[in-house]
């Protein structure tokens, strides 16, 4: 093993990195960050060859960051020159992309105006103002895009509505909203949601057959899917374990 550090250095610790970083952005079975630590260089390229090939695409968002950021910069000096809509839709594009869901959504007010008529910026705004957690609103974009398009983003657009009028007191509209979609939406996110909203109206037997069709899909789904799913794997599982059996 040591041999073997010798020859990688200094590469053995970039490859622990890359795979500490992949294990980190994507959560897989527990027990391969012990590998990746304990058997140094060699843990991390068995790491990399079965868990991380498979799944270069989130590599390569990872090197990503610094271009986006880059193009974010330009693009907030390009608006005080150039106020228009489509520079501050795809600012808000791109804070969205990097998580700064508060940034975005001020840029979506910026890019929306009377004439628009695309339901894009509209529903990325309303999923800003949800992952902020004001769901109030949230609300009028919702209802506006699934209005125009009920199947907006392969129904997410309509399972977010659910969600949303589960957290702004309309349970009726909610549970109505939920039942139309998952007949014919798959999205374990809807899923999940709609599983919380039924612990919530202490619907356990319900709540608990939806976490599980979560999990039911695991084991026939391909890998790269899988690995896509973990958070939803790991929130449906902990959602069973608070529920009452």
Not at 47 to 59: H, I
Not at 169 to 186: C, L
Not at 214 to 222: N, Q, V
Request: glycine share 6%.
């Amino acid at each position: 093993m040591g041999f073997l550090n010798y020859l990688l250095y200094p590469w053995g610790f970039i490859l622990q990195g890359l795979a500490i970083v992949h294990f980190i952005r994507r959560r897989p079975d527990t027990y391969w960050i012990f590998i990746i630590l304990f058997l140094g260089p060699l843990g991390a390229i068995i790491y990399l060859l079965l868990e991380a090939a498979p799944d270069l695409g989130l590599l390569r968002q990872s090197f990503k960051f610094f271009p986006r950021r880059r193009r974010i910069r330009e693009l907030e000096f390009a608006v005080h020159d150039n106020p228009s809509a489509g520079n501050y839709e795809e600012l808000a594009d791109l804070y969205m992309e990097d998580g700064n869901f508060s940034r975005a959504r001020e840029c979506y007010n910026r890019a929306i105006s009377s004439r628009t008529d695309s339901p894009d910026p509209f529903y990325r705004r309303g999923v800003c103002a949800i992952q902020l957690g004001d769901f109030a609103t949230a609300l009028p974009d919702l209802e506006r895009v699934v209005s125009a398009d009920p199947s907006y983003d392969f129904h997410r657009a309509a399972g977010l509505l659910a969600h949303t009028y589960a957290n702004t007191g309309q349970p009726e509209k909610a549970d109505a909203m939920f039942q139309r979609v998952t007949r014919i939406s798959t999205l374990s996110e809807t899923y999940y949601n709609y599983a919380s909203f039924l612990a919530g109206e202490q619907r356990m037997s319900e709540a608990r057959e939806w976490a599980q069709r979560i999990l039911d899909k695991k084991p026939t789904m391909p890998g790269y899917l899988r690995r896509r799913e973990r958070p939803w794997f790991r929130r449906a599982a902990a959602l069973l374990k608070r529920l009452p059996a």
